[in-house]
């Protein structure tokens, strides 16, 4: 249904209680997902990747939309692929992203840190100029 102009969309009731019901089971289900090592954990990531891939038709058929839009000469295997990849990748990346806090401490962040030469950036950042990297 079209909204119609000038009418705001109502803001939903919050609910202390279904909100700190729901903070708890996903912090639960974080503790769950974190409880194996990395390397089995991001497995997993493209395995529920693979799984949203095939089951949420309407993000599927959107992503190979925009893919076919964004590279009309690549074939429909191609797009396929691409776009069962980019579904593997970001439930990959929020498996990554609860990692990140287990991982990187002030004594380990080291071993997963690597800076190489920043002196382009600092000239940047020094100069005052805005930086996307």
Known sequence: ??????????????HPVLDYVFYVLMRLLA????????NTSLRFGRFLGRLLYRFYRRGRERAIENLRL???????????????RSFEH?????????????????STWRRYVEFDDLSDALRVILAGQGLFW
Not at 5 to 14: A, T
């Open 1 to 14: 249904m079209p909204k119609t102009p000038g009418k705001k969309k109502r803001k939903k009731k919050q």
């Open 31 to 38: 503790v769950f997902l974190l409880m194996p090592d990395v």
């Open 70 to 84: 964004s590279f009309p000469e690549e074939d429909r295997q191609w797009l396929e692929r691409t776009a069962r």
């Open 90 to 106: 970001i439930v990959m990346l929020a498996f990554d992203v609860l990692y990140t806090s287990r991982l990187i401490r002030i």
